[in-house]
C-alpha cells in the first residue's frame, strides 16, 4: 500500500485508496461542511496571531508573580516572630 496523500506519514487506508483512515475523515467533514470553513475553523482555534500571544504572555506573567500581603508576622516578604506591640 502507498502513503497517504495528505499526511504523507501513514499508509493509506486500502490497496487503491488515497487517505488513511484518519485523513479520510477529515475529507469527508470537508465534503459535508465545506473546505473553506474548516481552514477558517482552524485558523481561529489552532493558530495564534501576534496579539493573542502577547496575551498570553502577559496573563502567564501576571499569574507567575507573587504577591506577598503584609500582615503582623510579615513585613516587606520577612516573616517575623516578634509580636507587633
Request: hydrophobic letters at 25%.
Amino acid at each position: 500500500m502507498g502513503r497517504c496523500y495528505f499526511c504523507e506519514s501513514e499508509p493509506s487506508e486500502t490497496w487503491f485508496g488515497y487517505f488513511c483512515e484518519d485523513c479520510r475523515k477529515i475529507k469527508n467533514i470537508g465534503n459535508i461542511y465545506g473546505f473553506k470553513e474548516i481552514k477558517d475553523v482552524l485558523e481561529k482555534v489552532c493558530i495564534r496571531n501576534e496579539k493573542q500571544r502577547q496575551f498570553k504572555i502577559d496573563t502567564k506573567l501576571k499569574d507567575s508573580d507573587p504577591e506577598v500581603k503584609e500582615t503582623d508576622h510579615v513585613r516587606c516578604g520577612i516573616l517575623t516572630r516578634s509580636k507587633v506591640q
